[in-house]
């Protein structure tokens, strides 16, 4: 762990209509978003890889529209999370690695495993799924090395560019709330997603690194982020990075269309000023 860790703050997606002429300009080709939000944001989520495995020049195109310095998180697919409820899936797992997140390169973040609410905790499936999870760049290419004939591309095994490979998972049935998952989780370093609710307002780390998906603020009959819950973030943020946590904060709650502006208060409010400020 390093010194001081970095703060990234974004969105989940950049791909949004409304956002077009608000946070997008007027007249900015669609073609271009990406790259636009990469000059403003610090991260975003990828969410296509939830329907569906992507295929390595999909990968590599993102890569390759972003700013320098800027990383992008995946999600893990449903076939995992909600099809196979985390059972009996190292081939789906194999074939998701194998499709091309890799092709990020140095852009490549965490990956986010996003439970079905009604995915009950069952200590034996939990800990099987974590002990699945690749941590290096090793443990990746050998899991991904065993995808099968699933998977519509060439395997992408190239680790040549990539750091460490993180995981974040999304736990959201009440029974998740038990001191044994928050254990499980940290033997693993895998970080339990802080959601900012009124249902889940903790803000624990199970990991060297903090992943939030902040659907708050976290309390009742608040729709929206406000600047004091904007600074709130900013100060539990400094005091994670400050310990060494890297952290990586997404806006994903229902007021979407001011998610990137949050994003950006939040960024600015930690006094991070990427290139296009």
């Given at each position: 762990?390093?010194?001081?860790?970095?703060?990234?703050?974004?969105?989940?997606?950049?791909?949004?209509?409304?956002?077009?002429?608000?946070?997008?300009?007027?007249?900015?080709?669609?073609?271009?978003?990406?790259?636009?939000?990469?000059?403003?944001?610090?991260?975003i989520e990828i969410n296509a890889t939830f329907r569906a495995n992507q295929k390595p020049a999909s990968f590599a195109k993102w890569a390759g529209e972003a700013r320098d310095g800027f990383v992008f998180s995946v999600k893990g697919p449903q076939l995992v999370t909600h099809i196979k409820r985390l059972k009996n899936c190292r081939s789906e797992l194999a074939n998701f690695f194998a499709s091309g997140p890799l092709a990020l390169g140095d852009r490549l973040g965490p990956f986010v495993w996003q439970l079905p609410p009604n995915l009950q905790f069952d200590a034996a499936v939990l800990e099987g799924f974590l002990e699945l999870l690749p941590k290096t760049p090793a443990d990746y290419v050998a899991l991904a090395g065993q995808a099968d004939a699933r998977l519509k591309s060439e395997p992408f095994l190239d680790t040549s560019a990539v750091g460490a490979i993180r995981h974040a998972i999304e736990l959201r049935h009440p029974s998740f709330d038990d001191p044994t998952v928050n254990t499980l989780l940290a033997a693993h370093n895998v970080a339990r997603?802080?959601?900012?609710?009124?249902?889940?307002?903790?803000?624990?780390?199970?990991?060297?690194?903090?992943?939030?998906?902040?659907?708050?603020?976290?309390?009742?009959?608040?729709?929206?982020?406000?600047?004091?819950?904007?600074?709130?973030?900013?100060?539990?943020?400094?005091?994670?990075?400050?310990?060494?946590?890297?952290?990586?904060?997404?806006?994903?709650?229902?007021?979407?269309?001011?998610?990137?502006?949050?994003?950006?208060?939040?960024?600015?409010?930690?006094g991070i000023t990427p290139p296009g400020d």
């Open positions: 762990m390093s010194s001081t860790g970095v703060a990234r703050t974004g969105t989940a997606g950049w791909v949004f209509a409304p956002w077009r002429g608000t946070f997008y300009p007027d007249g900015l080709v669609q073609k271009n978003e990406l790259a636009y939000a990469s000059s403003r944001l610090s991260s997603v802080i959601a900012d609710t009124p249902e889940s307002p903790l803000r624990e780390l199970t990991a060297d690194f903090a992943y939030c998906r902040l659907q708050g603020p976290a309390r009742d009959n608040a729709p929206t982020y406000q600047p004091a819950d904007i600074a709130d973030w900013a100060t539990t943020i400094a005091g994670w990075t400050a310990k060494g946590s890297d952290v990586f904060a997404y806006f994903v709650h229902e007021d979407k269309l001011h998610a990137p502006a949050n994003a950006i208060a939040l960024r600015q409010a930690l």
